[in-house]
Each structure stands twice: as C-alpha cells, then as structure tokens.
C-alpha cells in the first residue's frame, strides 16, 4: 500500500511540472485585460482590441459575486502557460492557441466564469 501512495505522488509530482505551452498559435493578436483573478485559475479576460469572431466571446456577462457586469470576456482556457505576473487590471496582447492543450493540474475551488473558454499565449513585450 506504501509504495501504491509513493507511485501516485510520484506521478502527481511529474504531471505537475509538465510544460503546458504548445507553439502552435492562431495569427491574430489581441488587446485583452484581466478582469478577474480568481481563485484556482478561475480568470477572466475581456476583448479590448482586435476582431475577435463574436460567437468565441461573451458579450455581457455579470459575476454573480460581485455584481459586477464586464463586455466582450471568456475564461481562461490556457490557465498552465499563463504567466503569474499578470494581475488582475494589467492589460497585455495575446493570440488564441490552437494546438491541442496538454493536462496539467488546476484545483477545482470554484469562482464564477463567463461560459465560453479561449486557450491564449500571452505576447511577449
């Protein structure tokens, strides 16, 4: 049973430093902001430049906890390859990922998301 729990942590531990970035991405780039920086990678981001196909995005969708009603958003759909420096508030560029996602581990804590996920890779400065 010991070394049952020792081969589950082990995997655990290998899937956990998997690389989640891919390098296929879709060509257009995005203006977007961080509206919400929830718990468990629960954010979400809002479109404020580019012409981003509207049936991907949310065009008004209100936080059940707050209130707080946001235009043009989505989840998070690539929440491994995000970088942790963003905060809610920053504004960056991004394109939409097109590769197939790799599985890395996420907890499951629940925050309120719009219903359409995007996969992004954040642009560089």
Same mark, same amino acid.
């Given at each position: 049973?010991?070394?049952?729990? $020792?081969?589950?942590?082990?995997?655990?531990?290998?899937?956990?430093?998997? +690389?989640?970035?891919?390098?296929? %991405?879709?060509?257009?780039?995005? %203006?977007? @902001?961080? #509206?919400?920086?929830?718990?468990?990678?629960?954010?979400?981001?809002?479109?404020?430049?580019?012409?981003? +196909?509207?049936? @991907?995005? $949310?065009?008004?969708?209100? +936080? #059940?906890?707050?209130?707080?009603?946001?235009?043009?958003? !989505?989840?998070?759909?690539?929440? /491994?390859?995000? *970088?942790?420096?963003?905060?809610?508030?920053? #504004? !960056?560029? !991004?394109?939409? +990922?097109?590769?197939?996602? %790799?599985?890395?581990?996420? /907890?499951?804590? =629940? =925050? *309120?998301?719009? *219903?359409?996920?995007?996969?992004?890779? $954040?642009?560089?400065?």
């Amino acid at each position: 049973m010991k070394i049952f729990l $020792v081969l589950i942590s082990s995997a655990v531990l290998l899937l956990s430093n998997s +690389d989640c970035s891919s390098k296929s %991405k879709e060509g257009t780039t995005y %203006k977007g @902001r961080l #509206e919400i920086k929830a718990i468990c990678s629960n954010y979400t981001i809002s479109v404020l430049e580019g012409n981003m +196909d509207t049936s @991907r995005i $949310v065009a008004n969708w209100t +936080d #059940e906890n707050t209130g707080k009603s946001y235009t043009n958003v !989505f989840k998070l759909g690539s929440p /491994c390859n995000f *970088p942790s420096t963003i905060n809610q508030g920053d #504004e !960056f560029f !991004f394109t939409i +990922d097109t590769a197939t996602q %790799k599985d890395c581990i996420v /907890c499951m804590a =629940y =925050y *309120p998301v719009p *219903p359409k996920v995007i996969p992004i890779i $954040v642009q560089e400065n």
